[in-house]
């Protein structure tokens, strides 16, 4: 079964709103999980790196005050689209590092602003 | 900067036949970690297989088997006895000591009755 939770898997909303999304480790603790982006039929872009208890550390172009991230505890961060506009519409997707293993994706979220 | 690059933005297979995917990367990293995922229609992403750089020997997970060439700094994926559910998109990606992963752009492969 997944290991990594991702929710909503889909969302539409219309311009203006903020919309939040989550991402769960249900097996193991993840002191770091990852945020990318996806455009259709380009790849997975990171935005950012969530450190819990920590600021987040974002990748050179991504506007930190646009995607507020969020690792409270060692099983959730949390990705919130402010203010959110058409293009803004992606797939996003997290995953979160386990530190015995490999590192797990949940299965994204799809983002719609009308 | 790390890179990889896919050349191959499409490939066509015949059922049951082999077909190789390429990809490259640029990295100043003697430690690092690369890896091949499969992105079906549904959009998850599915670890197919991973090499560590520091393994010379080649991995292999059933039919699927990579080609890891470190001095040309080469990773391709061969499938072997293709099947209908192998059609998808492939990112081949690298990881090195930040944990952040680096993907390519990607091969959609179809696979032909």
């Known amino acids: 079964g997944a290991v990594v939770s991702q929710h909503p898997s889909r969302v539409i909303c219309k311009s203006g709103t903020s919309v939040k999304i989550e991402c769960r480790s249900l097996d193991f603790q993840a002191t770091t999980m990852f945020w990318y982006r996806q455009f259709p039929k380009q790849s997975l872009m990171l935005m950012a790196t969530?450190?819990?208890?920590?600021?987040?550390?974002?990748e050179q172009g991504v506007e930190k005050d646009k995607f507020l991230i969020n690792h409270a505890s060692l099983t959730l961060s949390t990705l919130t689209v402010t203010s959110a506009h058409p293009e803004d519409s992606s797939f996003y997707i997290c995953s979160a590092r386990d530190p015995s293993g490999p590192q797990h994706f949940g299965d994204g979220t799809r983002l719609s602003i009308l | 900067a790390q890179t990889v690059t896919q050349s191959q933005p499409e490939m066509s297979v015949q059922e049951a036949e082999t077909v190789t995917l390429s990809c490259t990367y640029d990295t100043s990293e003697s430690d690092y970690y690369l890896f091949w995922y499969k992105q079906p229609p549904s959009r998850q992403m599915i670890l197919v297989i991973r090499?560590?750089?520091?393994?010379?020997q080649n991995a292999t997970e059933n039919r699927f088997s990579v080609n890891f060439q470190k001095a040309a700094k080469s990773f391709s994926l061969k499938i072997s006895d293709s099947q209908l559910g192998d059609a998808a998109m492939y990112f081949c990606a690298y990881r090195a000591g930040t944990y952040k992963y680096i993907f390519g752009t990607g091969t959609r492969l179809k696979v032909l009755a």
């Open positions: 969530s450190n819990e208890g920590s600021k987040a550390t974002y």
């Open positions: 090499q560590e750089a520091y393994k010379q």
